[in-house]
Every structure is written in structure tokens, then in C-alpha cells.
């Protein structure tokens, strides 16, 4: 059942009745924000008063006199400017919640009555190198859309695109034939590449600052000097107005410089941290092509180097290992991982039919497609022949179009990708593929309690997983107090730690998945642990402290629900606690339309508030009469289950005991 559907499709009556394509305006029915306003508010009077230039009150009343909806609602009320407040029925909400005491499965959540197709690209790490904090973002936000969809009754295909072909694999070949420590490599091997990884970018970046960076700004100081230097005149001018403009420029220009000089010294810096160590120094000259060197690498790997090729072969599934532990202990697995490598020998073919159809130009020697409106073009095979990120995607895009006819495609990448996703769609439609639909879920930045990028002290990327131990840890440091606090402890060292891990690891998903996945936000263990608020632990926590109810009346839960004892709602928190339970379905529906699994933790933060608020005006083993205990009773059930299944949802599990 779905509420907020049903509401709107009624509206939606109305409002055609009133007026040919008012329907549109359904949409406005939304929950309201105060109870005092009712269950559910209507405001669109308001649009179509403007629209049909009369008093939206008048308006109001005429969606009122032709809405259906007395069986679902007490009589609509209008209020204020012309504001439709509804009430839903005690008699429907008992009616609706009692469906849901014995339905295990679907908790009434209503599949969708048009199932679609959906392809889901996420997480898609760049292999040869350990996981960090930013594939946190992808992963869980990925998986939770699954798990939404999925319970939504839509065929979900999961796909993780791993970066295994790009060139930090270039990096680590290069790495191994010259720098590699063969005892070490029999040893961990995902231990020595990622050190043969780090050695070489670093190498690498030393010669780009070296050569191409410090040249760069050393040219813009002395643009910016000379300019500067004119700029002086500008104090002698006449005009008081123009003089005070000048100055400020000059300001400006100034400020830029002090911004240069300083990016120049820091760079510098850096140069010479590499040149006094005793390993990089000698290594950093010896090498100087390093940049060069890399690339050729990853060419050969692409042509079909039988060394690169043999290499490849034995680094790959090392890398592989490493990122399933870390997805094991997310709990998040994939349909698929076809990763860019999968693809290497379609993407000739796709530049060849992009060529055929008219869409690929050449410009100063590399093919391109180019889009309106954009100032650089879609570049699908570079000058010297190689392909591009961009072809790979177009092929996988074929691919999975051809495979799996998809209904929708979505890309759970990070914001700083948007050009290239606009980029890709865009040429996707012009290749033919025109009907399915495309999203970038794009999200922003984790952020350290510095407001800059997360990273560790020494300014490399947090390792995710050091960080998911972290916080296992500090979870365990809690249950350990919080069980050591009562009178007897209740917990064995196997389920503190079961414990531990569920809290520490729910705590990092819930903390990114309450955020709006559009902003950045700031990584906190602190906040992200606390019992109060809206966190993974305050939810387990909600959900520990329902449960522990049936141990302490010694209630059979189970029989209790298939024996068909009713429902009462005799306190307004036990009817907005009833409401609250009714809503999950139309949750779910919002975070399929948008894809923002926000939806889903803000309303799980209101359902356990809603159950704070009963629970503290509701006795429930001391209710006044049998019947009325049972009924809280399964109130009580049905929230646990609700808060099981929200969390589950996010890929999150609960704890019977906090
Ligand atoms: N491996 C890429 C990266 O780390 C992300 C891939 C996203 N998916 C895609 N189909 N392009 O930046």
C-alpha cells in the first residue's frame, strides 16, 4: 500500500475534472510537515489559482468538491491562502496496518505496477591500487539503490566497471620490471604492488611538477608581475570611481600573486622532500622518462605485448582478492564485474560504427565526436591510435544494451565526473539509443574535520580498509562499556564483536547515506557513533531496546501475530506511530525517483522518534487491558520489522542487544 500514491491519484481526478491538464499538479500532495496540518497537505490551489487567474480558496474548494476520497480521509479542510489538509481515517489506518502484522515479506510495500530494467554501475575502482575513503561513497550508495529497487519489484543488474586496464597498470608493470622485490611479491602480493604503485606515481609526479608544473606557474608569476607592473599607473588616474576600481584590481592581482609564489614555494618544497630522500632522490634522476615510460607500457599492455599481457595476467586476480575482502565486509556483492579490460577488444568497432553513422570528426589528429554547446569535444581515439576511458563506455554501454535491453542505466559516480557522463549520454542518444533512460547519481566529497579532501596526516588517501577498522574498533569500545555497565553482562566476546562490527561498518554507510548525496560532507567517528541522533547506532539502538520488550514480558512474538488480535489506536503517538509504520511503501517510491537514499534515513530517524514519543505515553507490558497490550505489542513488532527492513535496505544489519 502506498498512501501518498493513492492520495495523488485521486488528486490527480480532481484536478483533471477541474480543469484539462491540471493533473500535473498532483504532485504537490505531500506529507505534511506538522500535525497540525493533518497527515497529508495539498497546496496546489495555489499554482492553478495563478494559472486560472481566481482566488486559490475558490479553487480549493472545487479539488475538494470533486475529490474522492471518504473512504480513505475524514473530510478535507481548507486552511489559510488555500492549503488542502487531510486526515487519514483511524478505521483505514487500522485496517492497512493490520495487513501488514502477519506479511513477513513484503513488510506492505507495494511492488511497482511497472517493473523496469535496471542497470547499476557503481563502486568501479581502479585496481591496481588499495581501496580509500572515496570508494565509500559509490559503493554504499550504489548498493542501497539496489536493495530500494530491488524490493520495489524492479530487475536490478548490478555492474562493478573496474578500472583494470588503465594506466596505473602501466604503473605497476613499469614498477615490477625495475623496481620489484620478488620475495616480498611471493609473499603479499597486493602488499608489493601497491608499493610498487606508490613508488612509481610518486616518480612520476616528481618529473610533472619538475617539468611541466613549476615551469607553468613560473611563467604565470612573471605574466602576472608585468601586468602588476602596468597596473601602477592606474593609481595616477583622475576619476575617484576609476581609481577606486583600479585599486581593487590591483588588490586582486596582488592577492593572485602571494597565491602563486606560495603554490610555487609548496611545490618546491616537495621537490626537494623527493631529492633528500635517500631512496626516491637517486631513483627520481635515474628515472627521468618515468612519465613516458609508463604510457608505453600501458600502450604495449593494450597492443598485445605477450610480457605486459602475461604480467597482467598474474597481477589481476591478486588485486581482485583484495577488493572482495573489502566488499565482504560491506556485505556488498555485484552481478557482474565486467571491468574496462572486458571491453578492450570491442572499442576499434565502436569508433568504426560512430564513423559510419557520420558522428566522429577528426581534429588535430584524434577522433572526436563533437556535441553542441560544449567547448571540448567527446574524444574517442586519440592521435596516436590508443583509446580513451570514453571509448571504453561507449562499448559498455552496447554491451549491456545488447545483453540485458535495460530500461535505465545508472552511473553512481562522483560530481567531478558530470562533463563526461553529459558527454557520454549525449553521444549515446545520437548513436540510437534513444529510449533508455540515463542518470548520473553523482555525489560529493568526504571531507576531514579540516573542511579539505579526507586524508590521512601524511596527505596520501585514507585506505578504506584502516578506516573500516577504526571504527570497528571504537564500536567495540562502546558495547564493551555499555555491557560492562550492567549488572550482568550480557554479551560473549564472539557477539561484542559481531556487534562491534555491525555498528562500526553500519556507521560509516548510515553516516553517507544520510547525507544528501550531492553535498560534501565531513568524515566524523564521533558523530557518526553517537547513540542520539540520526545515526546507525541511535537506529540499532531503537531497534535493540523494541525488541528487548518480548524478552522482558516473555512474549511469543510470532504467535501473538498470526493470532489475529486487533489493533487499537487510542493515543495520538499511537496513531502517528501507526502512520509513521504505513509509510515505508511511499519512501521507497521517493528514493526511486530520485535517487537519493536520504529519503530512506530520514524517515527511519522519524519512525523511531515517532516510537520514542509512544513509548513514553503508551505503557505496553502495563497496558490497561489485555487486548490493548497485545495491540501495543505489535505495534511495537511492527516498527522492530520496519526498522530491520529500512536498515537492511542500506545494506545495514541490526543488533538484538546494544
Ligand atoms: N574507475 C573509474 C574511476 O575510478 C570509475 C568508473 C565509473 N563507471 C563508468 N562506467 N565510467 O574514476
Known amino acids: 500500500m502506498n498512501l501518498l500514491a493513492d492520495l495523488r491519484r485521486r488528486f490527480r481526478i480532481a484536478l483533471e475534472l477541474l480543469d484539462t491538464g491540471a493533473g500535473e499538479v498532483a504532485d504537490m500532495v505531500l506529507?505534511?510537515?506538522?500535525?497540525?496540518?493533518?497527515?497529508?497537505?495539498?497546496?496546489?490551489?495555489?499554482?492553478?489559482?495563478?494559472?486560472?487567474?481566481?482566488?486559490?480558496?475558490?479553487?480549493?474548494?472545487?479539488?475538494?468538491?470533486?475529490?474522492?476520497?471518504?473512504?480513505l480521509c475524514d473530510p478535507p479542510e481548507i486552511a489559510g491562502p488555500g492549503f488542502i489538509n487531510l486526515r487519514i481515517k483511524d478505521d483505514w489506518l487500522l485496517k492497512n496496518?493490520?495487513?501488514?502484522?502477519?506479511?513477513?515479506?513484503q513488510l506492505g510495500v507495494v511492488p511497482t505496477e511497472q517493473p523496469r530494467t535496471f542497470v547499476i554501475d557503481f563502486s568501479s575502482p581502479n585496481v591496481a591500487k588499495p581501496m580509500h575513503v572515496g570508494h565509500i561513497r559509490s559503493t554504499v550508495i550504489g548498493d542501497a539503490l539496489c536493495r530500494i529497487l530491488r524490493q520495489l519489484g524492479h530487475r536490478v543488474i548490478s555492474d562493478n566497471h573496474i578500472g583494470d586496464w588503465g594506466t596505473q597498470f602501466g604503473m605497476i608493470i613499469y614498477g615490477y620490471k625495475n623496481f620489484a622485490d620478488d620475495q616480498a611479491f611471493e609473499k603479499d602480493t597486493v602488499g608489493e604492488l601497491s608499493r610498487l604503485y606508490k613508488l612509481v606515481n610518486q616518480l612520476v609526479e616528481y618529473h610533472v611538477i619538475r617539468e611541466k608544473k613549476i615551469p607553468a606557474i613560473e611563467q604565470q608569476i612573471v605574466e602576472l608581475a608585468a601586468r602588476l607592473e602596468q597596473m601602477h599607473d592606474a593609481t595616477e588616474l583622475e576619476d575617484p570611481k576609476d581609481r577606486k576600481k583600479a585599486d581593487k584590481r590591483h588588490r586582486q592581482a596582488e592577492g593572485q600573486l602571494v597565491e602563486l609564489r606560495a603554490t610555487l614555494d609548496s611545490l618546491r618544497n616537495h621537490l626537494s622532500a623527493v631529492e633528500n630522500d635517500s631512496l626516491l632522490g637517486p631513483l627520481a634522476s635515474?628515472?627521468?622518462?618515468?612519465?613516458?615510460?609508463?604510457?608505453?607500457?600501458?600502450?604495449?599492455?593494450?597492443?598485445?605485448?605477450?610480457?605486459?599481457?602475461?604480467?597482467?595476467d598474474r597481477f589481476l586476480p591478486a588485486c581482485l582478492e583484495s577488493i572482495d575482502e573489502t566488499y565482504q565486509r560491506l556485505n556488498v556483492t555485484f552481478d557482474h564485474a565486467l571491468g574496462e579490460s572486458f571491453y578492450h577488444d570491442r572499442l576499434a568497432g565502436v569508433v568504426e560504427d560512430l564513423t559510419e553513422r557520420g558522428l566522429v570528426r577528426e581534429s588535430e589528429g584524434a577522433k572526436c565526436v563533437f556535441l553542441k554547446d560544449d567547448d571540448a569535444p567527446f574524444i574517442v581515439q586519440k592521435k596516436d591510435g590508443a583509446f580513451l576511458y570514453a571509448t571504453t563506455d561507449l562499448a559498455t554501454v552496447e554491451y549491456r544494451m545488447s545483453e540485458w535491453t535495460p530500461d535505465a542505466m545508472i552511473y553512481v559516480v562522483d560530481h567531478r565526473q558530470s562533463f563526461h557522463f553529459k558527454q557520454l549520454f549525449e553521444t549515446v542518444k545520437l548513436w540510437g539509443y534513444g529510449d533508455v533512460q540515463l542518470e548520473h547519481v553523482s555525489f560529493g566529497t568526504v571531507l576531514g574535520e579540516d573542511g579539505r579532501p579526507?586524508?590521512?596526516?601524511s596527505g596520501t588517501a585514507v585506505g578504506l580498509g584502516g578506516l573500516l577498522d577504526e571504527a570497528v574498533e571504537r564500536a567495540l569500545k562502546i558495547v564493551c562499556e555499555n555491557d560492562d555497565a550492567r549488572d550482568t553482562p550480557l554479551l560473549s566476546q564472539e557477539q561484542r564483536q559481531t556487534n562491534a562490527e555491525r555498528i562500526g561498518i553500519g556507521a560509516i554507510k548510515y553516516a553517507d547515506l544520510a547525507h544528501n548525496r550531492t553535498s560534501d560532507y565531513v568524515f566524523s567517528y564521533d558523530k557518526m557513533l553517537a547513540m542520539n541522533g540520526n545515526t546507525a547506532a541511535y537506529m540499532q539502538y531503537s531497534y535493540a531496546r523494541v525488541r528487548s520488550i518480548f524478552g522482558k514480558g516473555d512474549i511469543d512474538i510470532?504467535?501473538?501475530?498470526?493470532?489475529?488480535?486487533?489493533?487499537?489506536?487510542?493515543?495520538?503517538?499511537?496513531?502517528?506511530?501507526?502512520?509513521?509504520?504505513?509509510?515505508?511503501?511511499?519512501t521507497l517510491q521517493r528514493v526511486a525517483t530520485d535517487f537519493r537514499p536520504n529519503h530512506l534515513t530520514?524517515?527511519?530517524?522519524?519512525?523511531?522518534?515517532?516510537?520514542?514519543?509512544?513509548?513514553?505515553?503508551?505503557?505496553?507490558?502495563?497496558?490497561?487491558?489485555?487486548?490493548?497490550?497485545?495491540?501495543?505489542?505489535?505495534?511495537?513488532?511492527?516498527?522492530?520489522?520496519?526498522?530491520?527492513?529500512?536498515?537492511?535496505?542500506?545494506?545495514?544489519?541490526?543488533?538484538?542487544?546494544?
Open 454 to 457: 579526507y586524508k590521512t596526516r
Open 97 to 105: 496496518l493490520s495487513q501488514k502484522v502477519p506479511d513477513q515479506t
Open 558 to 586: 510470532d504467535s501473538l501475530r498470526s493470532s489475529g488480535s486487533p489493533l487499537q489506536l487510542t493515543h495520538p503517538s499511537e496513531r502517528a506511530l501507526a502512520l509513521a509504520l504505513l509509510q515505508l511503501s511511499e
Open 286 to 312: 635515474e628515472h627521468a622518462q618515468i612519465g613516458s615510460a609508463v604510457l608505453a607500457e600501458t600502450a604495449a599492455l593494450h597492443a598485445g605485448d605477450q610480457t605486459n599481457q602475461s604480467l597482467w
Open 31 to 71: 506529507p505534511s510537515k506538522d500535525p497540525k496540518f493533518g497527515d497529508y497537505q495539498a497546496n496546489c490551489a495555489m499554482p492553478l489559482g495563478k494559472r486560472l487567474g481566481r482566488p486559490p480558496r475558490e479553487i480549493a474548494q472545487e479539488i475538494v468538491d470533486r475529490l474522492d476520497v471518504a473512504d
Open 602 to 658: 530520514a524517515y527511519l530517524f522519524e519512525l523511531a522518534s515517532a516510537y520514542s514519543s509512544f513509548f513514553e505515553h503508551c505503557p505496553v507490558l502495563k497496558a490497561e487491558d489485555a487486548g490493548l497490550r497485545n495491540s501495543r505489542l505489535l505495534l511495537c513488532d511492527l516498527t522492530a520489522r520496519t526498522i530491520a527492513r529500512g536498515l537492511n535496505l542500506l545494506g545495514i544489519e541490526v543488533v538484538e542487544r546494544m
